[in-house]
């Protein structure tokens, strides 16, 4: 059995990957919660402001996304964790989203997979 919200979530964070839509800042902040946050892998903490403005500057490219996984936290909260694979570098993801009037995405974190040798 399926849960259409769980579905609805993670087509809405494909969404975020699709060049077209980071292009589009209003298409992009329709997706995000206003009180959104993403501890990026640079360190870098953002807000929604910030992250829109990065979008439309470097709309970027599609990557591949594997083992995907929503789980409900709560009636109007998903937790989503996934990998990217771009070549050369893959990062593990998780992003929070809770429903208002729609699923927004709340909090997003990216970190680098240690994909070689331990150190």
Known sequence: MT?????DVLARELLLMDPAVRADPGRAAALLDPAFR???SSGRVWDAAS????LAADAGTTP???DAAATRLAPDVVL???RTVRPGRSTLRSSVW???DA??????????ENVGPPS
């Open 98 to 100: 809770r429903r208002t």
């Open 80 to 82: 989503l964790t996934y």
């Open 103 to 112: 699923w927004r995405l709340l909090f997003h974190q990216g970190t680098p």
């Open 38 to 40: 993403e501890f990026g």
């Open 64 to 66: 591949e996304v594997r």
């Open 51 to 54: 992250i829109l403005a990065a």
């Open 3 to 7: 849960d259409p919200d769980l579905d």
